[in-house]
Nanobody
Framework: QVQLVESGGGLVQAGGSLRLSCAAS????????MGWFRQAPGKEREFVGA????????YYADSMKGRFTISRDNAKNTVWLQMNSLKPEDTAVYYC????????????????WGQGTQVTVSS
């Protein structure tokens, strides 16, 4: 099993940046592909991006490409989501998730979830 804890959320003005962190417990972090998802009020949870176990390949939702970057350090049991050029529509609770194997884009494919961190982008 792995436990995930997100941090780094907050209030930022449009055009600003935030870096979210997801710290994992356990010594098998490198065995898990990691995904980031978000959920805005009244909306379904949506895929933000994902990274392979080694960190060599990343995937992004189209609306995040070029603005968001996912990275990981398996020695630190941490994955990050760097968010630039934030927009009010990026306001949501952001979650990290883990799954064995390769990354997928649907949230049902992930076995472990963090509690989420709120990101609010003001206009």
């Amino acid at each position: 099993q792995v436990q995930l804890v997100e941090s780094g959320g907050g209030l930022v003005q449009a055009g600003g940046s935030l870096r979210l962190s997801c710290a994992a417990s356990g010594r098998t972090f490198g065995s898990y592909a990691m995904g980031w998802f978000r959920q805005a009020p009244g909306k379904e949870r949506e895929f933000v991006g994902a990274i392979t176990r080694s960190g060599g390949v990343t995937y992004y939702a189209d609306s995040m490409k070029g603005r968001f970057t996912i990275s990981r350090d398996n020695a630190k049991n941490t994955v990050w989501l760097q968010m630039n050029s934030l927009k009010p529509e990026d306001t949501a609770v952001y979650y990290c998730a883990a799954r064995a194997g390769t990354p997928v884009r649907h949230d049902g494919g992930y076995d472990y979830w963090g509690q989420g961190t709120q990101v609010t982008v003001s206009s």
